[in-house]
């Protein structure tokens, strides 16, 4: 996988705490993004960035946010997990934005119990 | 509102044969459209892309073809192996954003 890592990769939480996941990267490329992907629905974008502390919402953004304060960095946080967060979500990162290719992290599968 | 939609959901093809998913995408302002596959435990990755320029793109055993008029583009795999066993998304892009089809499981038969 091309120096995407994200953390961690299994994780199991209650209902109303609060969870952070991490996308790490190594290819200096500019943009990220982060999907969930759940059975039925495909891959649906939650948030992405175009650079260092600029994100937008993705079409399933409520009750997600995210931050990114070093190119390297993509955190996707839950305020408050709800069980139909429960779901594997994937980083993806892109040099030149979404008309070129994704390449993409090995997903974390989160469980809101 | 699904902006692209993808068929059929599943899809079993003996080995050998042609396997073909297509999708329908509704915004015109889409400018790229790859195809992804997944294997299971893994993410997706990249396996053919084609621009509305062009109405046909081939690599190896892939080929998309594209409609631009009708709206609509698809994934042939020629000569399908047990090895091509997974999941295919489409997607379509434009400004910043990649949305995704829902998915086709592909089995093939050996």
């Known amino acids: 996988d091309a120096g995407i890592t994200q953390s961690p990769r299994h994780k199991v939480t209650e209902t109303g705490t609060p969870v952070t996941l991490r996308c790490h990267q190594t290819?200096?490329?500019?943009?990220m993004y982060w999907y969930r992907q759940d059975p039925g629905h495909g891959l649906r974008l939650i948030h992405y960035?175009?650079?260092?502390?600029?994100?937008d919402k993705g079409e399933v953004s409520d009750g997600y946010s995210v931050s990114r304060s070093k190119t390297e960095d993509f955190l996707l946080t839950l305020e408050s997990a709800t069980s139909s967060q429960t779901s594997v979500y994937f980083c993806?990162?892109?040099?030149?934005?979404?008309?070129?290719?994704?390449?993409f992290g090995q997903g974390t599968r989160l469980t809101v119990v | 509102q699904q902006q692209v939609k993808q068929s059929p959901q599943s899809l079993i093809v003996q080995k050998g044969g042609i396997s073909i998913i297509n999708c329908a995408y509704e915004?015109?302002?889409?400018?790229?459209f790859p195809w992804y596959q997944q294997f299971p435990g893994k993410g997706p990755a990249l396996l053919i892309a084609?621009?509305?320029?062009?109405s046909e793109k081939k690599e190896g055993r892939f080929t998309i073809s594209f409609n631009k008029s009708a709206k609509q583009f698809s994934l042939h795999i020629m000569d399908s192996q047990p090895g091509d066993s997974a999941t295919y998304f489409c997607?379509?892009?434009?400004?910043?954003?990649?949305?995704f089809g829902k998915g086709t499981r592909l089995h093939i038969l050996p």
């Open positions: 993806a990162i892109s040099e030149r934005g979404a008309n070129t290719e994704a390449f």
């Open positions: 960035s175009y650079g260092v502390k600029d994100t």
């Open positions: 997607a379509a892009s434009r400004d910043d954003k990649i949305i």
């Open positions: 290819e200096n490329h500019r943009y």
């Open positions: 084609i621009r509305p320029d062009v």
């Open positions: 915004n015109t302002a889409f400018d790229y």
